[in-house]
C-alpha cells in the first residue's frame, strides 16, 4: 500500500539552526501538507502546496518557515533560523485532489530544539 | 473560523465495552469531518469521513460516526472494543470554502484496559 514518508524520524538541533525535514509524499497525489503537533497540544495545520506553490499557509507559517519540491518526489519543510518553541512533531500528508478529499499522514519527524 | 473540540482528553474502557469518544466542530459553513487514528510511533490513519450524504458513517475496525448538524458534533463509537483499539484518537474537520486544509482537535487518548 503507498504511503507518505518522512526523514529523519528525530532530528535535534541546536537554537539558531536551520533544519529541513523531508517528506515523499504518494506518487499520484497532487497536494501536500505540513502539520506540527507541539507535545499536548493540537495537530496544527503550517500550509498547502499545489501545483508548485503555496495555496494556503497558516499564521504559524512565518517567514521562518518554506517549503520546496526540489526533485518531482520529494516535499521539504525548511526552517531557517530554529527556535525553542520550533520543537514539536512535524506530519507531512497528502491527496489526491483538495478538499473533501483524504489525507494521507506521514509518520511524523520530531524536531527537538536545544 | 472553524474549531474542533474533543472534550475528552483520555478514556479508560474495559475490553469488550461499548465507548464512545466526543467531538464537536464550529463553523458558519457545511464542513467535512474526519476521525484519524494515531497508533504509538506511527502517523495518523483515516478511521472514516463525513462528506454528505446519510449522517451515520461506518469505517475500519468496526468504527462508526453520526454526523449530527443540529448539535454540532461527530461522535466516534464502537460497540465492543479490544485491545488493540488503544491508540490516539483526533477529529478534524475541513470546509467547503475553498480552503483544503484541516482543523484537528486535541486528540482523546482512548485505553483499552483488558
Known amino acids: 500500500e503507498p504511503e507518505v514518508t518522512q526523514t529523519p524520524s528525530h532530528q535535534v538541533t541546536q537554537m539558531g539552526q536551520e533544519v529541513i525535514l523531508r517528506c515523499v509524499p504518494i506518487?499520484?497525489?497532487?497536494?501536500f501538507y505540513w502539520y506540527r503537533q507541539i507535545l499536548g497540544q493540537k495537530v496544527e495545520f503550517l500550509v498547502s502546496?499545489?501545483?508548485?506553490?503555496?495555496?494556503?499557509k497558516s499564521e504559524i507559517f512565518d517567514d521562518q518557515f518554506s517549503v520546496e519540491r526540489p526533485d518531482g518526489s520529494n516535499f521539504t519543510l525548511k526552517i531557517r533560523s530554529t527556535k525553542l518553541e520550533d520543537s514539536a512533531m512535524y506530519f507531512c500528508?497528502?491527496?489526491?485532489?483538495?478538499?473533501?478529499?483524504?489525507?494521507?499522514f506521514g509518520q511524523g519527524t520530531r524536531l527537538t530544539v536545544v | 473560523a472553524q474549531s474542533v473540540t474533543q472534550l475528552d482528553s483520555q478514556v479508560p474502557v474495559f475490553e469488550e465495552a461499548p465507548v464512545e469518544l466526543r467531538c464537536n466542530y464550529s463553523?458558519?459553513?457545511?464542513?467535512?469531518l474526519f476521525w484519524y487514528v494515531q497508533y504509538p510511533n506511527q502517523g495518523l490513519q483515516l478511521l472514516l469521513k463525513?462528506?454528505?450524504?446519510?449522517?451515520l458513517v461506518k469505517g475500519i475496525n468496526g468504527f462508526e460516526a453520526e454526523f449530527n448538524k443540529s448539535q454540532t458534533s461527530f461522535h466516534l463509537r464502537k460497540p465492543s472494543v479490544h485491545i488493540s483499539d488503544t491508540a490516539e484518537y483526533f477529529c478534524?474537520?475541513?470546509?467547503?470554502?475553498?480552503?483544503?486544509?484541516?482543523?484537528f482537535g486535541t486528540g482523546t487518548r482512548l485505553t483499552v484496559i483488558p
Open positions: 500528508a497528502s491527496s489526491v485532489l483538495g478538499q473533501g478529499t483524504e489525507a494521507f
Open positions: 506518487s499520484n497525489h497532487l497536494y
Open positions: 502546496f499545489y501545483n508548485n506553490e503555496i495555496s494556503e
Open positions: 463553523s458558519s459553513v457545511s464542513v467535512y
Open positions: 463525513y462528506l454528505s450524504g446519510s449522517t
Open positions: 478534524a474537520a475541513g470546509d467547503q470554502t475553498g480552503a483544503n486544509n484541516l482543523f
